[in-house]
């Protein structure tokens, strides 16, 4: 695949606007800050496919982009404190209609910053994405940041705290370095020769 012609399709903000799925879907869920626009910015290679937002919290839309015979969607960061009640609402109440609908949805990848344990709102994802059935790996970030036995330890306990003693997958990655990348890459080719 050549990952940096990928297109931006369009963006909703409400689960109104949807457009039918028609094509396999992976989809891209975190909390603010995680660095979800950096990762999806390098796996790509194309610097402002995503945009990183200055103030946490800001993307309240999902969305999709194209690929071959593949669609991504980049689902609104969340668990930023800052963000009204209401705001809160809007952002669960898409997310909610965009699992729930009869989309062709994947793998789903649940990006969690390495330097921290899970929080609530992460436990709550993943534990939504297995009772679901959704097949999902999980993308540690910013391992750039942590030295290799920080990151060993860290890796570990997230394992720990978020119950994955089974078959998923956990990927390191750095937007920095480009780490993990390529492991990113394989999944997606994978999915799409399925398509084939």
Do not use: C
């Not at 992976?26 to 103030?55: D, E, H, P, T, Y």
């Not at 990848?109 to 330097?115: C, E």
């Not at 089974?166 to 990927?171: G, L, N, P, S, V």
């Amino acid at each position: 695949m050549n990952f940096n012609q990928i297109q931006f399709e369009t963006s909703f903000g409400r689960p109104d606007q949807f457009f039918e799925s028609d094509m396999p879907e992976i989809a891209f869920v975190g909390r603010s800050n995680v660095g979800k626009s950096s990762m999806i910015n390098r796996v790509f290679s194309r610097k402002n496919l995503a945009r990183v937002s200055s103030s946490p919290g800001k993307t309240a839309t999902i969305n999709f982009f194209k690929l071959e015979n593949l669609r991504f969607a980049d689902l609104p960061g969340y668990g930023f404190a800052k963000v009204s009640k209401a705001e809160k609402e809007k952002w669960g109440n898409l997310m909610e209609a965009y699992f729930a609908g009869e989309r062709n949805i994947e793998l789903v990848l649940s990006l969690i910053d390495i330097r921290h344990l899970p929080s609530q709102d992460d436990l709550v994802m993943i534990d939504f994405l297995i009772q679901s059935g959704f097949p999902f790996a999980v993308v540690l970030t910013k391992v750039d940041k942590l030295s290799k036995k920080q990151r060993e330890e860290m890796h570990k306990k997230i394992k720990d705290v978020l119950g994955l003693s089974f078959d998923k997958k956990m990927i390191e990655f750095s937007a920095e370095t480009g780490e993990g990348a390529e492991e990113i890459r394989a999944l997606f080719e994978e999915i799409s020769k399925n398509y084939l």
